[in-house]
């Protein structure tokens, strides 16, 4: 079953810890982004990747920290620095060409403490 | 980065009633999404445009790609239940830059 996953579903965590949410994909995508979800607006880019070993900041990227080690996987830390971290966490992965559609998982709930 | 115009911000109708909901921006894109989310869930991919003026239909969902390049619609026809959810517009402008809506929240009354 191809898809993409996010775990864990929900997540909490006490002010100043860092903490490390989990996105992998088998769809054999290049590219992987992050999103941040906050009530009433837009998906927000936190950090995208085109291949491995290699990722580009988006537009809120301060805070925030991530690896490409493998095309399956695309971790995203959420460090002590972020200052309002609590928020839906979208993770979504797509072909590396133009006019590409950006498949989503199903997201992780962070609240801090 | 600037987010799309999305409206209305949410939508309160009768089962049936057919439903239209629209994105506009004041930069040209080159491809149009329409998501739906369901509460707690990640968006799900309704409809995807390509061309200016393109329409195109997923069941009761029709969209269509504006001519400007600057603005999409979401038809929903005979609205059930089940169509309840937050609807998403995006737009990208390349391979990376996809920006999105505000989501337009949509409920559906028996």
């Known amino acids: 079953d191809g898809g993409i996953t996010q775990s864990p579903k929900y997540l909490f965590r006490k002010e100043g810890q860092n903490v490390t949410l989990s996105c992998e994909q088998n769809?054999?995508?290049?590219?992987m982004y992050w999103y941040r979800q906050d009530p009433g607006q837009g998906l927000r880019l936190i950090y995208y990747?085109?291949?491995?070993?290699?990722?580009q900041k988006g537009d809120i990227a301060e805070g925030y920290s991530v690896s490409r080690e493998k095309k399956e996987s695309f971790p995203l830390t959420v460090t002590s620095a972020q200052k309002n971290p609590t928020a839906f966490y979208l993770c979504?992965?797509?072909?590396?060409?133009?006019?590409?559609?950006?498949?989503f998982g199903p997201g992780t709930r962070l609240t801090v403490l | 980065g600037q987010q799309l115009n999305q409206s209305p911000q949410s939508m309160f109708i009768q089962e049936g009633e057919d439903v239209s909901m629209n994105c506009t921006s004041s930069?040209?894109?080159?491809?149009w999404l329409w998501y739906k989310q369901d509460p707690g869930e990640g968006p799900v991919l309704l409809i995807a445009?390509?061309?200016?003026?393109e329409l195109t239909s997923n069941g009761r969902l029709t969209a269509q790609f504006g001519i400007t390049r600057k603005d999409s619609f979401l038809n929903i026809s005979a609205s059930i239940p089940s169509d309840v959810g937050i609807y998403f517009c995006?737009?990208?402008?390349?391979?990376?830059?996809?920006?999105f809506g505000a989501g337009t929240r949509l409920t559906v009354k028996p």
């Open positions: 979504a992965s797509s072909i590396w060409t133009s006019g590409n559609e950006q498949f």
């Open positions: 769809l054999n995508h290049d590219a």
């Open positions: 990747s085109q291949i491995v070993n290699d990722f």
């Open positions: 930069s040209i894109f080159n491809t």
């Open positions: 445009l390509y061309k200016a003026g």
């Open positions: 995006a737009g990208q402008m390349n391979n990376n830059d996809m920006r």
